[in-house]
Structures are given as structure tokens and as C-alpha cells.
């Protein structure tokens, strides 16, 4: 075990004492596997479309494909993600996704495999450089700062949840029932949570309420 996954797997420990020996083997086994992931990664990002986009091509793109279902001001697209602020990684890491068929929208799979390398380059580096609007406070949001930090959230979001060049999506600002939505499939397995086991036993004994509480956080952040 290298000594990075050693203080993961520490950070873990300390976080969620009450683990027995078995389940902290398994999240041993998961840190290896996301240093692994990422750096893999790494590897793939540079080998396919981290060619420099054009932002200005990548916003006439938007308005013209993404912005009637990812607006980030219609209560109607409220449990679609935002894209702004998404590190161009994770925005690229999420079509290329699309793209190969591991996620599995119809609309999103249709559309990504229209686009070009360099339209997904001028997209992620558009959306790569706004900041999403920012959510009003709500009762939950102490509640939820202190869940982020117990799962330890930061660890592989980013130091303050913006997201990594290793492809790691924005938390900050997403939109709280589209968090909330992603958490429960999570929870119940129907979604992978980066290289965690599904359904992943960190959010296994998460209520409804917590996660509520966790995505006002999540919200509440820039």
C-alpha cells in the first residue's frame, strides 16, 4: 500500500470508527483502486481531447444544445445537473462516458456521440470557466457541513468541493435536488460513485433527511 492510500484509508478509520476490520479492508481496497482510477485517468484525458477548446465556440454551442435542458434557472430542469463550474476533466471524463455507453441517458448518449472531440473541448472549457448561481442558505446546511466533512467528501471533490484535473465532478453550487436524486441511486446501487463497490457502504446507512441535508450544503456553496 503506497502512502497515500495508507492516509486515506487512516482518514477513514478515524472518520468512521465504528467500521469492523472487514468493511475497512474493503475501503483499503477502495483506495487503491481510486489512485489507480485516477491515474488512469490522467492518462486517458491526455491522450484524448485535452486540446485547448475555444470558449466562445463552446458557448454558442451551449445555447444552442445544452442550455434547454441544463438551464440553471428553470425550476423544470431542476434534477439535471449544472454544468457550470465542472473542471474540463470531469466534463470530458462524463461525455466520454455518454460516448462509450457506461452511462446510459438516451439523450445524452445521442448527443454525445454527435459531437465532435473539439466541440466537447470548446464545451468543457466554456462551462469550465463560469461559476453556478449561488443557493440561498437553508435549515440543513450546518447539518450537511458537518455529513461532508464525516464522509470526508473533500478527499476526492477537491478541497472545496470545485472538483480535480483528475476528474473528480463540482459539488459546489450543483443543484440540490439533483444531488439529492444522485445520492439515493447511489445509495441503492443503481449508480456507480467513482470506484466505490455498488451500492456504495458509505451512503448505505445515509436517511433521506441526511442526504437532503448534505445537498443544501453542497448548494450553499460557490
Known amino acids: 500500500m503506497s502512502k497515500f492510500e495508507a492516509r486515506l484509508v487512516q ?21 487503491r483502486r481510486a ?23 463552446g458557448e454558442r454551442l451551449a445555447a444552442a444544445r ?7 434557472t428553470e425550476t423544470i430542469h431542476a434534477t439535471l445537473p449544472l454544468l457550470e463550474g465542472q473542471p474540463k476533466a470531469a466534463f470530458i471524463a462524463q461525455w466520454r462516458a455518454f460516448r462509450e455507453r457506461k452511462r446510459t441517458a438516451p439523450v445524452m448518449v445521442s448527443l454525445a456521440e454527435e459531437l465532435s472531440e473539439q466541440d466537447v473541448n470548446d464545451l468543457a ?24 466533512d464525516r464522509l470526508r ?35 441503492g446501487g443503481t449508480r456507480s460513485h467513482g470506484t466505490a463497490a455498488k451500492p456504495d457502504p458509505l451512503l448505505a446507512n445515509l436517511s433521506n433527511a441526511e442526504i437532503e441535508s448534505l445537498a443544501a450544503h453542497l448548494a450553499s456553496l460557490r
Open 35 to 57: 489512485v489507480t482510477a485516477a491515474a488512469l485517468s490522467g492518462c486517458l484525458l491526455v491522450a484524448h481531447g485535452t486540446a485547448a477548446g475555444d470558449p466562445a465556440a
Open 66 to 72: 445544452c442550455v434547454s435542458c441544463h438551464s440553471s
Open 11 to 31: 482518514q477513514w478509520r478515524q472518520a468512521l470508527p465504528s467500521r469492523g476490520t472487514g468493511e475497512l479492508a474493503m475501503i483499503s481496497g477502495r483506495a
Open 125 to 148: 472549457e466554456y462551462y469550465a470557466a463560469l461559476l453556478p448561481p449561488r443557493a440561498p442558505e437553508s435549515a440543513g446546511s450546518d447539518a450537511g457541513r458537518a455529513l461532508a
Open 153 to 187: 467528501c473533500a478527499d476526492c471533490h477537491g478541497p472545496a468541493l470545485q472538483g480535480t484535473n483528475a476528474g473528480a465532478a463540482r459539488l459546489a453550487g450543483q443543484k440540490a435536488r439533483y444531488t439529492v436524486w444522485s445520492l439515493q441511486l447511489m445509495r
